[in-house]
């Protein structure tokens, strides 16, 4: 029983450090620098990150807040796009296009509230004038 109280205390410490670290694949400049140290020129790292793919299955991407890193997760097992993470102006444009979509999306989703909001008063006011219009026959 401890031994596999143990092991599950393990495998839980790995998957938390691995999900940790996809999340950290969201932002540019952490690949930046992980370019120009060297680390996508180590064939055993280039695996790993193939390995962290399973986080892209449903019963593990459940835990990821920052959905962004798994598209990362997929450019980065393409040499080329490893290649020019080097250069900070890759980072710079990739971080420049991140935040254009963060931005549409707010702005997307605050008009999805706004309407949602304006509909329901609209529903309240429909409602009660059907109301009034029973007392008044």
């Known amino acids: 029983l401890f031994l596999s109280l143990t092991a599950k205390a393990v495998v839980s410490t790995q998957s938390t450090g691995e999900l940790e670290f996809v999340q950290c694949l969201a932002n540019p400049d952490y690949l930046t620098y992980l370019a120009q140290d060297g680390y996508f020129q180590d064939e055993a790292f280039v695996n790993y990150l193939s390995y962290l793919k399973y986080w892209k ?9 920052y959905p962004q890193c798994l598209a990362f997760l997929d450019l980065l097992q393409v040499k080329k796009f490893r290649d020019e993470l ?5 980072a710079k444009f990739i971080q420049n296009q991140e935040m254009q979509l963060w931005s549409q999306h707010f702005r997307k989703r605050a008009n999805m509230v706004n309407t949602s909001a304006i509909k329901k008063q609209n529903d309240i006011k429909d409602e009660n004038s059907m109301k009034e219009d029973g007392k008044a026959k």
Request: proline share 14%; with cysteine.
């Open 86 to 90: 080097v250069n900070i102006p890759c």
């Open 57 to 65: 299955r449903p019963e593990y991407s459940k835990f990821i807040k």
